[in-house]
């Protein structure tokens, strides 16, 4: 199987998170997304500052969100797919 | 010496420019399109650049010839209006070579963006490609004697294009790529009927006719493909 890339790791998360309602646990998103740990750290990282997805504490859990920036990440991600496919490039 | 100039019939002349002006709309909004999506995945497939390189060059050798042709065509009815014979002579002779200029420019983008284009699909091509750029000059410098190589030349690009198309749409049965393989079929056609252009010179508004089909079934599947992938992200939303 090919490599991922950065921005396939990056949609793989944001469609995890948007699969499951919008919302997700953490350690389900490692799983969900296929990283390892320290992957997850990284790439959150990223979402995070890139201001794709958010953290919110609820009780005792902190759950990610996805953010109206991030669903419209996922909207030109999935064009550009379909156009990638179409196009065969 | 006016009738050298223009190949369209005179009726016909100004709209073929109307034709070429959605050409280059079509060609200019793949490009744009392809670069938004070459930046989204952080410059990771430069595919998506040369695509982008290829419909740009496209649309500025139909942005060329468009414009070569409004000066020449605009010149030509000054002049008819003019007439006093000495000016009108001087007048046509520096518009011959400014067409001559200007068609040269036209034929030379539109073989490099086709080539280009030929060469994205083509991923495991082991084509020498100096040696293609050379082939490509010298079709576009014979192709000002004879217009009729720049046409052999770019059906032949068409139809690899089409050709490849139609594997990929072997591979993944997608009906946008079944109508990109139509398009670029019906644009291949457009080519061989500019070919007698000069021995019938009403061809060439069938030619144009085609060439637009050909460029609207273009557009429909840039349309259907944008919709396709909102389509999925709206099925994940809900």
């Not at chain 1, 919008?22 to 959150?44: D, E, F, P, W």
């Not at chain 1, 005792?60 to 179409?86: A, H």
């Not at chain 2, 995945?41 to 419909?55: G, I, R």
Request: aromatic letters at 14%; hydrophobic letters at 50%; one cysteine or more.
């Amino acid at each position: 199987m090919a490599r991922r890339s950065r921005t396939n790791i990056i949609n793989d998360m944001l469609d995890s998170i948007q699969i499951k309602g919008g919302r997700i646990r953490q350690t389900h998103l490692m799983y969900k997304a296929n990283l390892s740990h320290n992957q997850l750290k990284v790439y959150l990282e990223d979402l995070l500052s890139s201001e794709l997805v958010k953290k919110i504490k609820n009780k005792n859990c902190t759950y990610l969100i996805i953010t109206d920036k991030g669903c419209e990440f996922l909207e030109k991600f999935r064009q550009m797919q379909e156009f990638e496919k179409s196009f065969g490039l | 010496m006016v009738t050298q100039v223009m190949i369209s019939p005179d009726w016909f002349a100004s709209k073929d420019m109307i034709i070429q002006g959605f050409s280059v709309l079509v060609l200019l909004l793949i490009a744009a399109f392809s670069t938004k999506f070459y930046f989204l995945k952080k410059k990771e497939n430069k595919n998506y650049l040369y695509f982008a390189v290829s419909f740009l060059l496209m649309a500025i050798s139909f942005l060329w010839k468009v414009a070569t042709d409004i000066t020449v065509f605009y010149d030509i009815i000054h002049t008819k209006q003019a007439g006093i014979f000495t000016i009108t002579y001087k007048t046509i002779y520096a518009e011959k070579i400014l067409f001559v200029a200007g068609h040269f420019a036209h034929y030379l983008l539109m073989l490099l963006g086709l080539y280009i284009l030929y060469v994205v699909l083509n991923k495991k091509s082991t084509m020498n490609h100096l040696l293609i750029l050379y082939f490509i000059l010298i079709t576009t410098i014979f192709s000002n004697f004879s217009y009729f190589i720049f046409h052999l030349t770019a059906l032949v690009l068409l139809m690899g294009i089409a050709y490849r198309y139609y594997a990929v749409y072997r591979k993944n049965k997608r009906k946008s790529t079944k109508l990109l393989f139509a398009s670029f079929c019906i644009l291949a056609l457009s080519q061989l009927l500019f070919m007698p252009v000069k021995l019938y010179v009403n061809i060439y508004v069938l030619a144009q006719a085609v060439q637009l089909l050909g460029f609207l079934l273009l557009l429909i599947t840039f349309i259907l493909v944008l919709y396709n992938g909102k389509k999925k992200s709206n099925k994940h939303n809900k």
